[in-house]
């Protein structure tokens, strides 16, 4: 089985950056796999900034939802992020918290199976009042379930506070 | 004076699960005290999930306001959870944060009072952009104040960050 | 150089509370340095409250954008918020997330080059779903931008939880 670190926290804590900086301390040419799916402008500004400032050293791949399909074996992999990973499935399992949580924690078995360095960037979503939003309280379920999971899994768990990392597992 | 535990954290980040294995470890036989009022369908299937999870060994009250009245002396009581206790006074209080925050304070003080061995769950809601809603802003606030008052009274206090708890007092 | 502290946390986490007691730890004359510009009632009776909990051994000064200009050497200076700060620099600068980020730097730049003993404020926003406003999503673009950059130059960050203070550098 594969060695897990997770790196969670608020947006712009600097999670991907220090993401990006471990994984180079750990191979000299690792993999970046994106689970975005672009799908506006504002995302694909996004998307841009962050490859911008990644180096040519990185083995770029993109997958939404399958990631267990690819061959990462004996890689050091940069999962970035969970949080789009999970909204990609929550859609494909047609908004349904249970079915979409079964599947997710199927594919990141089937993913952290194969022996290979896994760092994942999650975020915290929970810390504001609870939403009016009917949708939005259930991804919330969702991916706070499943950071649990994870978490539960991991070798180690870092908190991004103001791009500190706390080292909490 | 009764020994006061204090579990905080965002919504889905373990809060409950870990503050139910807590009191376990410290009673055979503890007592779950739920402050929810259960207004429609999804609270209801939220309460439901929470005790098919909790054993057969709890002794299950339910008050959503007045806590102190019940006789709780040389038990192990989880209170699940603050939020709910705040939101049904706040509302209780016309919404005057104030006397909202004064009614919370002289209820706790009873209720802790006594000797027993408390563990609460409260939420971290403050730690999004501000609200355009005045009554949301308000219960922030409410809330907000009365995390601190219990915090500086307990003898342990935890952060729950995926279900990692965090020690931090 | 001046000496820098951050403290960083949600709302209503006894933020304020705190850096005014290390202020006053540090200081028999401690400066606050107020960026909020009251624009409604609501504002003012927050400034109010804050005024009233502070004493009268407190220099009170207000500026909205430009404090490199306030003259504060060998101070100990309490600015209370760096969010506020950043709002106002955001609307100044047209709401551009890039513009604003630069002149907020530049600012920062200036002001801690002075030699003082400086405590800044700020709070964590980005602990929640992603807001459906384009304005809402620019400026926690913004701040968490800008709180990583002050706390990679600071001397000591601490994030309050429910009024405890963490270290967490």
Redesign the interface.
Same mark, same amino acid.
């Given at each position: 089985m594969g060695n897990i670190t $997770?790196i969670? %926290? %608020? #947006?712009?804590? %600097?999670k991907s950056t220090y993401a990006e900086r471990l994984a180079l301390e750990r191979s000299e040419r690792p993999v970046y796999l994106a689970t975005a799916t672009i799908g506006d402008e =504002?995302m694909a500004e996004r998307v841009r900034r962050h490859r911008e400032r990644r180096g040519p050293q990185w083995i770029n791949l993109e997958e939404p939802i399958k990631l267990s399909l690819l061959d990462l074996k004996g890689h050091t992999v940069l999962v970035d992020c969970m949080t789009l990973w999970a909204t990609n499935i929550f859609f494909d399992q047609k908004e349904d918290t249970d079915s979409a949580l079964t599947a997710l924690k199927n594919e990141f078995d089937l993913l952290t199976g194969k022996k290979a360095d896994f760092i994942f960037v /999650?975020? =915290? +979503?929970?810390?504001?009042? @609870?939403?009016p939003n !009917?949708m !939005?309280?259930k991804? /919330?379920?969702l $991916?706070?379930?499943f950071? #649990?999971y &994870?978490?539960?899994r991991a070798d180690e &768990?870092v908190?991004m +506070?103001?791009? @500190?990392p706390?080292k @909490?597992?």
């Open positions: $997770l969670t %926290g %608020g #947006q712009r804590s %600097g =504002e /999650t975020n =915290e +979503i929970g810390m504001s009042g @609870i939403s !009917a !939005a309280r991804f /919330t379920d $991916l706070g379930f950071n #649990q &994870v978490a539960a &768990v908190l +506070i103001s791009g @500190i706390v @909490i597992k």
